[in-house]
DNA sequence: TTACCTGCAAAGGGTTTGCACTTTG
DNA sequence: CAAAGTGCAAACCCTTTGCAGGTAA
């Protein structure tokens, strides 16, 4: 069995938690992808490394992510959950409505004023969703799909 | 039959929509509303006045007033849709984990930055979704629920 | 009058859960 | 070995849809 711990891993483990064959693939899984994964996805990928992963099993183990704040769960678009690691540094979404294309940008000055909020109003922020949706330059000027 | 017409059944009524009994409810009860309501307290609300109105109706008028732009859909914390008139100025939402409590705030901070950003990325913004959560001072301090 | 709209109930799709079995620690 | 986790399938919940009957314009 893999020795080898990934942060998430390591967290998990601290917290109590037993580390099964299962959790440590859908783990790694969510790691090693740089795309925002949905359940259904983190699931088929999951499937290659464990066959017989089952989706309860992959809701189950990113119910305890999620919180524990190990990763965030977003709604981009009108869409259902995806769910993504939480980075070092915290980054938003603009998910294009016309192509569907999601991108990623880091916005400093929300960082700031989110920081400033929790200080004034001496909230504790466990999660912040900020995600813009609209159309992207390609799009509005007729692009792929023509909209 | 009601003859006033607020801003929401005028712009429904100028984009070609008819004006019906089911319609002008849940626009009133949206715009008299100063919270977020989800679908099932809007659909309640508006049986007061519609007593045989259906959820579906209720479904479909949000629909046709969030395509056109008039309300805004939410996702606080980590429930199911909420719904609210686009309100002037642009204000965002911070939900108490602890004791559910959904605060609306303003951020100048961050709507210039989306605005900079859909400047320099020639974006069309149609949405943005700002939302917080986390725990409120009260409920930090061990407040009402404990925690 | 005729599109558009509604109510009803059934379908849909993502997510959760009950239960018996397996596995970790 | 006991407690925690898993797989499976059924249950759930919010939301959408098909259709026959209304209703605004």
Redesign the pocket.
């Known amino acids: 069995m893999n020795l080898e711990s990934s942060p998430l891993i390591t967290a998990l483990?601290a917290s109590g938690?037993?580390?099964?064959?299962?959790?440590r693939v859908v783990l790694e899984v969510l790691e090693e992808s740089r795309e925002h994964l949905?359940?259904?996805s983190l699931y088929w990928k999951a499937r290659q490394r464990?066959p017989?992963?089952?989706?309860?099993?992959v809701?189950?183990?990113v119910?305890v992510l999620k919180q524990m704040g190990l990763i965030a769960e977003y709604s981009l678009g009108e869409e259902?959950?995806h769910f993504e690691a939480v980075p070092e540094t915290p980054h938003y979404h603009f998910t294009c409505l016309g192509c569907g294309r999601v991108v990623e940008f880091d916005a400093p000055q929300v960082d700031r004023a989110v920081q400033e909020l929790a200080e004034r109003e001496n909230l504790e922020i466990r999660a912040v969703q900020f995600s813009l949706t609209g159309y992207c330059a390609r799009c509005r000027a007729g692009g792929p799909d023509g909209r």
Chains 1, 2 share one sequence.
């Open positions: 483990q938690h037993r580390i099964t064959r299962q959790r949905d359940a259904e464990a017989r992963i089952s989706l309860a099993t809701y189950r183990t119910a259902h959950g």
